[in-house]
Nanobody
Framework: QVQLAESGGGSVQAGGSLRLSCVAS?????????MGWFRQAPGKEREGVAT????????YYDDSVKGRFTISQDNAKRTLYLQMNSLKPEDTAMYYC????????????????????WGQGTQVTVSS
């Protein structure tokens, strides 16, 4: 399994920005991965925010973050990013980085149960 470690969370006012980072290690050579950012607010289910196919760099965004969040990767640094702009109080949550190995010709899905590698999470708090 891939080991993941997030950082970059914090407290900001509404309208502010944060960039989350997720450093990955333990990749299997010559395999593609689906990398995802998920979040979970107190009392709510974990939800998929954005995903990225490491092989073709295709991305997916939940409607709630489209146009505000950007997922990207730096292969040399083995790092996944989530740039979050125009933050809203409803973005407040624990954010998790996650990954799973993709089968040949498979696409990413933003369903938490298929991910088998998870980071410890980083807290994002947005005040109004």
């Amino acid at each position: 399994q891939v080991q993941l470690a997030e950082s970059g969370g914090g407290s900001v006012q509404a309208g502010g920005s944060l960039r989350l980072s997720c450093v990955a290690s333990g990749y299997v050579a010559n395999r593609n991965y689906c990398m995802g950012w998920f979040r979970q607010a107190p009392g709510k289910e974990r939800e998929g925010v954005a995903t990225l196919h490491t092989g073709i760099s295709s991305t997916y965004y939940d409607d709630s973050v489209k146009g505000r969040f950007t997922i990207s990767q730096d292969n040399a640094k083995r790092t996944l990013y989530l740039q979050m702009n125009s933050l809203k109080p409803e973005d407040t949550a624990m954010y998790y980085c996650a990954a799973y190995v993709l089968s040949l010709r498979s696409g990413c899905v933003a369903v938490s149960r298929v991910y088998n590698s998870w980071g410890q999470g980083t807290q994002v708090t947005v005040s109004s």
